[in-house]
């Protein structure tokens, strides 16, 4: 193989965003458009309200007729047009939705009026507002609501049903496959012989995947040959658009991935970025492929797909992933002997305000990272950061 390239962790991220490639887009029916990322605008089709509606279920009247006794002309249900227009003593029931009669310029709420003999009501007093949503207020006929480039939340998929885009136009979800290398490894069904472990890495990758919007594909253990990683690598090739592989990248005799990726026609932009946890990630790119070897070790091949691979994946299907960083309290000093290194710690919440690092004794240690909730970055040359300093908490 050729020499390590080694890259700090900001040339990392800016190296994979460069490379990312867009997939492509297709249509999607609404009950599918959730966390996909639009590769159109969105327009309204119609003013919404789409009428002069009432914000209140009540009596619709003149202002200038508060002070008298009303008789009620008609009953305006949601979803049914008035049919009279309301005039001097007269006022029409209404409900919550249905569009405002003509002649009228406030509702009444009802519980604001009182009966006042057969047919008739009376306002009882006190501050009263128009309660008429006007027509257009919330959106006008036209107007862009959504952008190309925006993710998709419940809240987007409201907007899309409002105005009537029922298949909106999203990016493809790339394909991504994983391969779990190790002699070691067992799938979770086999209870695992000496010198086994279960292979836990592709089934946290396939989490990993799926909550970022690609498209996980998982293509089994490849043994630490440079035969079985050929076929690996060979088969993901054929069917994916990113390549995820976990182990084989550090300094042992049978981590073989940077290599035979190279054979396979892998550019390696780098083999080393200096963080921690996962110091010998692997990048390759060979024309619209893509290919991360993680390291092997969990909490690594957690990190590293948290800080470059999703990042990798939105910004392939168009969305410029900003994560929402919360500063918070540290509750307790964190301190490390060196320093020269970007890292990366899990961290837990304590009280309402304040974090603390997730204790680990190294990077194997999995299950210290199921109470993590956010990460915090310690940049290189800090060794310590004080209790009770504000950090910046990314959620995980
Ligand atoms: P490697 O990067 O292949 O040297 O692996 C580093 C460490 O991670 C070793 O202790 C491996 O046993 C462990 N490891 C590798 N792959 C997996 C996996 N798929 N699931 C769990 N642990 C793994
Ligand atoms: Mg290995």
């Known amino acids: 193989m050729s020499e390590t390239l080694l ?9 994979v965003q460069a490379r990312a ?31 002069d509606k009432s914000a209140m279920d009540g009596y619709a009247c003149r202002r200038t007729d508060l002070a008298d006794v009303l008789m009620v002309i008609e009953t305006i249900a949601a979803g049914r047009e008035p049919e009279r227009r309301v005039g001097a ?87 991504v496959a994983v391969t779990a290398t190790g002699d070691e490894l067992v ?48 088969a993901a090739v054929s069917q994916s ?5 976990s182990g084989g990248v550090s300094m042992g005799k049978f981590d073989l991935v940077p290599g035979v990726l190279e054979e396979n026609g892998f550019k390696l932009l780098f083999s080393k970025i200096a963080v921690k946890p996962g110091m010998p990630t692997v990048f390759g790119v060979r024309d619209r492929v893509f290919c991360f070897g993680l390291p092997g070790n969990p909490v690594s091949t957690f990190v590293i797909f948290e800080i470059i691979v999703k990042p990798f994946l ?54 210290a990272l199921t109470q993590a909730e956010g990460l915090i970055c310690i940049p290189r040359g800090t060794a310590q950061i004080e209790k009770g300093s504000v950090v910046d908490v990314r959620p995980i």
């Open 7 to 15: 890259t700090l962790f900001e040339e990392a991220i800016r190296t």
């Open 21 to 51: 490639c867009f997939p492509g887009t297709e249509r999607v029916n609404l009950d599918e458009a959730g966390g996909r990322i639009l590769a159109e605008d969105i327009a309204a089709d119609v003013d919404m309200p789409p009428f």
């Open 89 to 175: 003593g007269e006022c029409s029931q209404i409900m919550t939705g249905a569009g405002v009669p003509p002649g009228a310029d406030c509702v009444i709420p009802v519980e604001l009026t009182e009966p006042a003999g057969e047919g008739k009501v009376r306002f009882v007093g006190g501050e009263l507002r128009d309660n008429i949503c006007r027509r257009a207020e919330d959106i006008r006929k036209g107007d862009v609501l959504l952008r190309r480039g925006e993710r998709v939340t419940p809240q987007a998929v409201a907007v899309l049903a409002t105005v009537g885009a029922v298949t909106p136009l999203v990016a493809r979800r790339p394909r």
């Open 187 to 234: 799938e979770p069904d086999k209870k695992p012989g000496p010198a086994q472990i279960r292979n836990s890495n592709a089934y946290q990758l396939h989490e990993q995947i799926v909550n970022s919007g690609a498209v996980p594909l998982y293509l089994g253990i490849a043994p630490d040959t440079e035969e079985g990683l050929d076929r690996a690598i060979g």
């Open 241 to 245: 658009d990113v390549i995820l592989l």
């Open 314 to 367: 939105y910004k392939m299907m168009g969305y410029d992933y900003r994560p929402f960083v919360a500063p918070l309290r540290l509750a307790e000093t964190v301190r490390r002997r060196k320093s020269d290194r970007d890292q990366w710690m899990p961290v837990e919440r304590v009280g309402g305000d304040a974090v603390r690092a997730v204790e680990y004794h190294g990077s194997a240690h999995l299950n």
